[in-house]
């Protein structure tokens, strides 16, 4: 029997799944999510998965060499205010840090709006309210040494006033316990002594970096969705384990791979966003292999355009940006990360007019999986982005989904004619509105991503994925100045994100805080990244991941000396020699200014290290990509559909377009606008003036004009 790769990946409309076999072939399916229990959509789209591919789900289950989950179990818990009752033990004199937060209250680089409207920049909700807050006497200095020793009498009174305020889990954060965490472990162990099985999370073993807010606010958060993350992955290994399937489940997180299922239930903070990243992953595997062609290392944006949300990520020079600050509900907290930035604009997203300024907005509102945009025929009432495409013609009404589902075509309408008359807007006018409008959102974003890290779009190639984002990414990128769009191989790309999840490697990050000013001495820098690759090793040894296919990578955080602002440098090896502390301190520089602009950085200032961070991976089996022998300019007659009138904005008017099956279409074929190429998931767009080919891997390139 075959072995095969399989990702799923569950969305806020649609769980994807993707299973690819050892000759490259790509089996996609993609079933409603069910947020009541998302596990069961989860199995359902195995299940369907193994359907198409005349298996039952239990032979599937059984020659899946890996499969990768991401899982947005834990996102939903915060955004639904629905995590665990959570404790918080912390040093004593310190219980308010998660209240007083940061100056910004996690609104730093935010719309303006949000920031100088005092109800709207207003403190979130506690996830821990005072009353479950406990001090406890202990104290480290700066340096690591024990100044109070732990007060176990006070550390256990607390651990007992919390279990009866009947506390669903524990976070633990004590002061420098990144210096000295054994205090914080000896609470953890009174808390296991004491209530046995209760989830308990520590600061020294998630974030071990200094910034007593942001550590703990990330302590909290991992306690808050602990629970009912770590309860969900527990059901899903157990019914992925009932169809046979033996090797260890991973979890897609945010640092950009995956982790063991057991990584995932203590650390269930790293599984936040860990779904837009997989698409992050998917476009960097593909692009490296694109790159290997040309010799030229990849500068892509990634664009991921699902029912609910539009997600942009950046690669540049073939690695993913990253970043060490996230923000969840207004809580601030390190923790390395792929850089992930999204609005409420997808698919799904609702139309509706500003009462006050009486304008057109979309979004952030999503209709969601239930009830959905109006044309899906399950009780949606607000007009949503994909009502106005199928007004618009981007859609056939008979052929959604593969002919799956018929969509209600007239009842869009009616419901965006009904807004339009609101607005002293026809029909068309209306739709097409709706459409720009979220395009042009879309746009912003990626200007906003890219600009902010001292890119030029114009610079990158656009990869347009998710069930949404090929429709629309004509326009975006035109918008931006971006030459070229690939949608990536065909149909795969609304399932893109499952496709990330089965092609990531392992990763896990190590870090440690250890200031250092120049000039670096590389007897005290060596040993602590020697430290840090012996942690990473001995992880992935735990997990069974062969010598062979380990690998690690080092990077140092460094700022100007009395700044606050630190740049990431990478290391070329894994130790350093005096001779190459000044092509670090250039490299310093050179990034520094490409964040901050020509000039802004002072050479020959004295610099500061502080953080040490090791990416320890191990490679996992790759899908195979396949290219075409051979190239054809002739369109088989198959990939021909009766065509279909189409609104293009260019020419305010419906035309008669060609349409065409995207699957039918042969690597090398050449098609100009208007057109619309369909898949059984997606659409590409292709208006006026532009232009799309089969590239000998079968990914749509499209070329702007």
């Not at 602990?226 to 290994?237: E, F, M, N, S, W």
């Not at 650390?267 to 998917?282: I, Y």
Request: net charge negative.
């Amino acid at each position: 029997m075959d072995h095969f790769l399989c990702g799923i990946d569950i969305g806020g409309t649609f769980t994807d799944c993707v299973v690819i076999d050892a000759q490259g072939a790509i089996t996609t399916a993609k079933v409603p999510s069910t947020p009541e229990d998302f596990s069961r959509g989860m199995m359902a789209a195995l299940e369907t998965a193994a359907g198409k591919l005349g298996l039952s789900l239990e032979d599937l289950g059984q020659s899946l060499s890996l499969l990768s989950h991401g899982t947005t179990t834990g996102t939903n818990a915060v955004i639904q205010k629905r995590g665990a009752k959570v404790g918080l033990i912390t040093t004593r004199g310190h219980n308010d840090v998660i209240h007083i937060m940061r100056g910004s209250r996690g609104l730093s680089g935010r719309e303006v709006r949000l920031v100088v409207h005092i109800p709207e920049s207003s403190k979130p909700d506690p996830v821990v309210p005072k009353r479950l807050i406990r001090g406890v006497s202990e104290r480290v200095d700066c340096f690591g040494q024990v100044v109070v020793k732990l007060n176990e009498t006070e550390a256990r009174q607390a651990i007992a006033e919390l279990l009866t305020e009947e506390v669903e889990s524990i976070a633990i954060c004590c002061l420098w316990s990144f210096l000295y965490p054994g205090h914080e472990a000896r609470i953890r162990e009174l808390v296991e002594e004491m209530a046995p099985g209760l989830f308990v999370t520590c600061s020294h073993e998630l974030v071990p970096k200094w910034g007593e807010y942001e550590r703990t606010a990330a302590v909290a958060i991992n306690a808050y969705i602990g629970p009912i993350t770590a309860g969900y992955l527990a059901k899903v290994d157990r019914d992925v384990a009932k169809t046979g399937y033996a090797a260890p489940l991973q979890i897609t997180q945010c640092a950009g791979g995956t982790i063991s299922v057991a990584k995932a239930m203590q650390a269930p903070l790293l599984t936040l966003d860990s779904g837009p990243v997989a698409g992050v992953m998917g476009s960097q595997f593909l692009a490296e292999n694109l790159a290997a062609e040309s010799g030229q290392a990849a500068n892509v944006i990634t664009t991921d355009m699902g029912g609910t949300s539009f997600d942009v990520g950046v690669i540049h020079q073939g690695v993913a940006a990253t970043s060490y600050r996230a923000n969840v509900n207004q809580y601030e907290y390190f923790l390395p990360k792929v850089d992930i930035q999204a609005i409420g604009s997808g698919g799904g997203s609702k139309a509706w007019i500003d009462q006050v300024t009486g304008s057109l907005k979309v979004g952030p509102d999503s209709a969601g999986a239930q009830p959905g945009p109006i044309c899906y025929r399950r009780g949606g009432t607000v007009p949503t982005v994909t009502d106005a495409d199928l007004v618009l013609g981007y859609l056939d009404a008979e052929n959604f989904a593969g002919g799956s589902m018929t969509l209600d075509r007239p009842a869009a309408a009616a419901a965006i004619e009904a807004l339009g008359t609101k607005l002293g807007m026809s029909l068309e006018a209306c739709a097409s509105g709706i459409a720009k409008i979220a395009e042009f959102q879309m746009a912003d974003l990626i200007r906003k991503v890219t600009i902010q890290k001292g890119f030029d779009p114009r610079d990158f190639t656009l990869y347009a994925f998710g069930g949404a984002g090929p429709m629309h990414a004509g326009i975006f990128a035109r918008e931006l100045g971006i030459a070229k769009v690939i949608v990536p191989q065909r149909e795969t790309a609304s399932v893109w994100c499952a496709f990330g999840a089965a092609a990531a490697d392992i990763l896990h990050v190590y870090e440690r805080v250890e200031i250092m000013t120049s000039p670096f001495d590389p007897a005290r820098i060596n040993p602590i990244l020697a430290g840090l690759k012996a942690e990473g090793l001995a992880q992935l040894n735990k997990e069974g991941a062969g010598t062979a296919e380990q690998s690690n990578r080092f990077f140092i955080d460094m700022r100007h000396k009395g700044q606050i602002n630190e740049v990431e440098v990478p290391l070329d090896g894994e130790t350093l020699t005096a001779q190459d502390l000044p092509a670090l301190e250039a490299r310093f520089v050179e990034r520094y200014e490409l964040l901050y602009g020509k000039g802004a950085a002072l050479p020959g200032a004295q610099l500061e290290i502080v953080t040490f961070r090791c990416r320890a991976s191990a490679r996992t089996p790759k899908p195979p990509l396949v290219a075409a022998e051979t190239l054809s300019d002739s369109i088989p007659d198959t990939a021909r559909r009766p065509h279909r009138a189409v609104w293009w904005e260019e020419t305010a008017g419906y035309h008669e377009t060609p349409i065409y099956d995207g699957a039918a279409l042969l690597p090398g074929n050449r098609l100009e606008g208007p057109a619309v190429i369909e898949t059984v998931t997606t659409s590409v767009v292709l208006h006026p003036g532009q232009s799309l080919s089969v590239d000998r891997y079968g990914n749509f390139e499209l070329t702007v004009t």
